[in-house]
């Protein structure tokens, strides 16, 4: 299984509402990734997990907030997110250490309200 | 600071030319680098990465290329096919090693 897929596809939400993206790799990576995307951008890192701990925080707001459960799955939690949080949120894993490719999932596409 | 550039953002060719994409970085002391495809709607799909001990890395009609000396990294698509248009990204690993620094992007069309 060299895939990472990522749920829900599409989410549309209000401002008030808390909502939680999932993430999920069987390639045995214990590197993972948060990266966020807005339209004919490139994608901008915000977390980084390493052996299910967070090692990088991007200065990422606290209405995004990451938890990784196990070495397979990576959450977004996300609480009163603004309309200019609306962007597609990839999911990438990788092997730890250096010269590794990452593997993106497709992403969510988010839209807030 | 760390950055990785692109230098054009659309690049249309006919099928079955040759495609160049270009990328400038400005970090001396990257050592990884990573070409991506992102089709519409999907997330970035890797092509091809090269280490800074190497010049030039071939892969199935895509071929990798690093200057070091003008910090200067493209991407040779052979044979342009209609699948191949998508946004090319270059992408630099950072010196810490842990997450990669992407380019602005290159839009390539290809037309039949």
């Known amino acids: 299984d060299t895939e990472v897929t990522q749920t829900p596809k599409h989410l549309v939400m209000g401002m008030t509402n808390k909502k939680s993206l999932k993430c999920e790799q069987h390639?045995?990576?214990?590197?993972m990734y948060w990266y966020k995307q807005k339209a004919k951008k490139p994608p901008e890192l915000m977390f980084v997990?390493?052996?299910?701990?967070?090692?990088i925080n991007e200065s990422v707001p606290s209405r995004f907030s990451p938890e990784c459960p196990n070495s397979s799955l990576l959450n977004l939690h996300l609480h009163a997110l603004q309309p200019e949080d609306s962007a597609l949120y990839l999911c990438?894993?990788?092997?730890?250490?250096?010269?590794?490719?990452?593997?993106f999932g497709p992403g969510t596409r988010l839209t807030v309200l | 600071g760390e950055s990785v550039g692109l230098h054009l953002p659309t690049l249309s060719v006919q099928e079955g030319d040759n495609s160049i994409i270009n990328c400038a970085y400005s970090?001396?002391?990257?050592?990884?680098f990573i070409w991506y495809k992102q089709e519409s709607g999907k997330g970035p799909q890797f092509i091809i990465d090269i280490r800074s001990n190497m010049d030039k890395r071939q892969g199935q009609r895509v071929t990798v290329l690093l200057n070091k000396t003008v910090k200067h990294l493209s991407l040779q698509i052979a044979a342009t096919q209609p699948g191949d248009s998508a946004v090319y990204f270059c992408?630099?690993?950072?010196?810490?090693?842990?997450?990669?620094?992407f380019g602005k992007g290159t839009t390539l069309s290809v037309s039949s």
């Open positions: 970090n001396s002391a990257s050592d990884y």
């Open positions: 997990y390493s052996y299910e701990k967070l090692s």
């Open positions: 990438a894993s990788s092997h730890r250490g250096r010269y590794n490719e990452q593997f």
């Open positions: 390639m045995g990576h214990r590197a």
């Open positions: 992408a630099e690993e950072s010196q810490a090693g842990t997450a990669l620094i």
